[in-house]
Protein backbone atom coordinates (compact mmCIF):
# COMPACT_ATOMS: atom_id res chain seq x y z
CA UNK A 1 0.00 0.00 0.00
CA UNK A 2 1.45 3.59 -0.97
CA UNK A 3 0.96 6.44 2.06
CA UNK A 4 0.65 9.71 0.80
CA UNK A 5 1.67 12.13 3.86
CA UNK A 6 0.39 15.83 3.99
CA UNK A 7 2.42 18.37 6.44
CA UNK A 8 1.66 21.42 7.36
CA UNK A 9 4.29 23.74 8.86
CA UNK A 10 2.48 24.97 11.85
CA UNK A 11 -1.14 25.15 12.99
CA UNK A 12 -2.38 26.09 16.35
CA UNK A 13 -5.59 25.12 17.50
CA UNK A 14 -8.37 26.42 15.98
CA UNK A 15 -6.47 27.62 13.32
CA UNK A 16 -8.28 27.50 9.55
CA UNK A 17 -5.59 25.54 8.06
CA UNK A 18 -6.15 22.51 10.38
CA UNK A 19 -9.46 21.91 9.23
CA UNK A 20 -8.39 22.81 5.40
CA UNK A 21 -5.70 20.15 6.15
CA UNK A 22 -8.11 17.75 7.08
CA UNK A 23 -10.66 18.19 4.61
CA UNK A 24 -7.99 18.55 1.86
CA UNK A 25 -6.72 14.19 3.17
CA UNK A 26 -10.80 13.20 3.01
CA UNK A 27 -11.06 14.01 -0.32
CA UNK A 28 -8.04 12.48 -1.53
CA UNK A 29 -8.68 9.28 0.55
CA UNK A 30 -12.41 9.75 -1.43
CA UNK A 31 -10.46 9.85 -5.12
CA UNK A 32 -7.10 7.40 -3.99
CA UNK A 33 -9.20 4.87 -1.85
CA UNK A 34 -6.03 2.41 -2.26
CA UNK A 35 -3.53 5.09 -0.75
CA UNK A 36 -3.48 5.65 2.85
CA UNK A 37 -3.70 9.37 3.28
CA UNK A 38 -2.21 11.02 6.89
CA UNK A 39 -2.02 14.24 8.15
CA UNK A 40 0.59 15.68 10.54
CA UNK A 41 2.76 19.21 11.41
CA UNK A 42 6.20 20.22 11.18
CA UNK A 43 5.83 21.90 14.94
CA UNK A 44 3.60 22.87 17.65
CA UNK A 45 0.38 19.78 17.17
CA UNK A 46 0.83 16.08 16.65
CA UNK A 47 2.17 13.80 15.45
CA UNK A 48 5.01 15.05 14.81
CA UNK A 49 7.15 13.90 11.39
CA UNK A 50 9.32 11.43 13.50
CA UNK A 51 5.72 9.97 14.82
CA UNK A 52 4.06 10.15 11.40
CA UNK A 53 6.21 8.67 9.30
CA UNK A 54 7.45 5.60 11.82
CA UNK A 55 7.85 2.26 10.24
CA UNK A 56 6.97 3.64 6.66
CA UNK A 57 8.75 2.69 4.19
CA UNK A 58 9.25 5.19 1.29
CA UNK A 59 6.44 7.39 2.30
CA UNK A 60 5.35 10.58 -0.15
CA UNK A 61 5.52 13.69 1.66
CA UNK A 62 3.20 16.38 0.02
CA UNK A 63 3.85 20.01 2.03
CA UNK A 64 1.03 21.76 2.61
CA UNK A 65 1.29 25.45 2.00
CA UNK A 66 -1.65 27.21 0.97
CA UNK A 67 -0.36 30.78 1.97
CA UNK A 68 2.73 33.07 1.68
CA UNK A 69 4.99 31.89 4.71
CA UNK A 70 5.92 33.68 7.65
CA UNK A 71 5.87 33.49 11.46
CA UNK A 72 3.51 33.92 14.34
CA UNK A 73 5.03 36.96 16.59
Known amino acids: MHVLWFSSPTARAGQGQSCLLSRTAERVRTILPEVEVRTGYIELQ ?4 A ?22 P
Not at 46 to 49: N, Y
Open 51 to 72: TALKGLVDPVVLPFFLARGHHA
Open 46 to 49: PPDP
